[in-house]
């Protein structure tokens, strides 16, 4: 199979990441062993962000060349970033839990990460209430670049806002969070293993969108 | 599929007549018709009855309240006005009138989003004074400035409900489907409208509320880009 190389690369950087995250990388000065769930929870929310662009290309693609691949591309990776979007929300929240004491503290970061998510579950629904495949594409192909101008409001609420929420690395005009080069290196290999993760879905969630069109297909041609 | 590229070809005059015509066929329909505008009348009193009743009429933390109260209110009157700007055409079939028609997406969208501007303007005239009343509170800013910061935040929603009520004209679940992508895609503008108009009614000035008006104006120049690119795909098969 020639897919086993790949899948053996995404088991080992996950593999590593899990030991760092859980053992090589010190507890924290003041949050102890907490501040772990910080591993997840940001390259959940990168690759979220990443999923949503991926989503937007795909519409604009569609817009521009009227290929069903790009509408398959933009729908898959909205599944998968609605997946990690949930992921982050309910990490945060747990933090939030430990280090606040409350789960939900509506936080404009927190709240406008759920906005994301409702976006794209509004995104998800239109799909599934339209039954013209070509209608279904492009209508959706517009309301994905729609849904995407609202990234970069959950993005800079942090800033325009008053926050609990750690501080984006970009743009950078207020003093950062120190971070020790070890848990630096974490969260890089993190992002890295999570990416990979995700990519792997999201070839996965094609294969299974293309696959259930072959069905579908097949089904009519038996009926017909 | 037929694309039209209008804009650049007709004149800035005659795409401005082209949004005012589908304006004032709009406008000529409602008022023949006027059940929306009553039911809008209605549901402004009924929406701050309900509020007055809820926060108790003589509560002494009214501000924190109001400006929610507010612009819940105006949003779920601009629904209503949604789905009459799209959905109905579709459902009346004369959607195929407009696709004929020789005038450019783009003028259809504006003349569309001028009349739901309008629509969502005739709720407000009820539900702002009629709030004043019945909440027991005022705006101490510049009255001026509180019309033009009002204006703005409805015409974002305005924006985001026509776009909605085109896209919503194919989906199988029209009256489920219209909340459901506005309600995600306004809280760009619903936020800072809420935050703003709770500092107008104490009387803050303009640089005040200079981020809530730098955020609104950014959305609603987002906004009016990106359903001016993709408008002609929404409505052309």
Redesign the interface.
């Known amino acids: 199979m020639k897919d086993k190389p790949i899948l053996a690369g995404l088991f080992l950087a996950n593999l590593i990441s899990l030991y760092m995250i859980f053992i090589w990388a010190p507890p924290e000065r003041s949050l102890g062993d907490s501040y772990r769930v910080f591993f997840i929870h940001t390259p959940a929310a990168w690759v979220s962000y990443l999923a949503f662009a991926i989503t937007f290309l795909g519409s604009i693609l569609y817009l521009k060349t009227e290929k069903p691949m790009w509408d398959l591309y933009a729908s898959s990776a909205s599944l998968l970033g609605l997946l990690f979007c949930l992921v982050t929300l309910i990490t945060g929240s747990m933090w939030a839990k430990l280090a606040w004491g409350i789960y939900w503290n509506w936080d404009p970061r927190e709240t406008s990460t759920l906005i994301l998510l409702l976006v794209y579950l509004a995104y998800i629904s239109f799909r599934m209430s339209i039954s013209d495949k070509d209608r279904k594409a492009r209508t959706s192909a517009v309301l994905g670049i729609l849904a995407f101008v609202s990234i970069p409001l959950s993005y800079f609420s942090a800033v325009f806002w008053a926050t609990l929420h750690p501080m984006p690395l970009f743009p950078i005009n207020r003093p950062q969070l120190g971070i020790e080069p070890s848990m630096l290196l974490t969260l890089a290999v993190s992002m890295i293993g999570v990416t990979l993760l995700f990519s792997w879905m999201f070839y996965l969630t094609l294969n299974m969108y293309r696959m259930t069109e072959k069905a579908e297909l097949s089904l009519l041609e038996i009926k017909e | ?1 037929t694309k039209r590229t209008m804009p650049f070809l007709s004149s800035s005059v005659t795409f401005l007549e082209d949004a005012l015509e589908i304006l004032f066929k709009d406008l000529r329909l409602e008022l023949r018709r006027g059940y929306e505008i009553y039911s809008i009348m209605v549901l402004a009193l009924l929406s701050n009855l309900s509020f007055g009743f809820a926060l108790g009429i003589m509560n002494p933390n009214v501000l924190e309240f109001v400006p929610a109260v507010l612009w819940i209110s105006i949003l779920f009157i601009g629904m209503l006005g949604f789905t009459t700007v799209f959905v109905r055409e579709m459902d009346k079939g004369t959607i195929d009138g407009l696709r004929l028609a020789p005038i450019s997406p783009q003028a259809i969208l504006l003349g569309k989003t001028i009349y739901t501007f309008m629509l969502m303007c005739v709720g407000a005239v009820f539900i702002i004074p009629s709030s004043m009343i019945i909440l027991n509170y005022t705006f101490r800013s510049d009255y001026l400035l509180v019309i033009l910061f009002l204006g703005l935040g409805i015409l974002n929603i305005a924006v985001v409900g026509s ?1 909605v009520s085109a ?1 919503a004209m ?4 029209r009256a ?2 219209i909340p ?2 506005s ?3 306004v ?2 503008t619903l ?1 800072p409208s809420i ?1 703003a108009t709770g500092k107008l009614a104490t009387g803050a000035t303009i640089d005040m509320i200079l ?1 809530e008006l730098q ?1 609104n104006l950014a ?1 609603l120049l ?2 009016v880009a ?2 001016w ?3 002609e ?2 409505l052309y ?1």
């Open positions: 599929m776009m896209l194919y989906s199988e679940s489920l489907i459901a992508l309600l995600p895609l809280p760009g936020v935050l981020s955020l959305f987002l906004m990106a359903f690119i993709t408008f795909y929404v098969d």
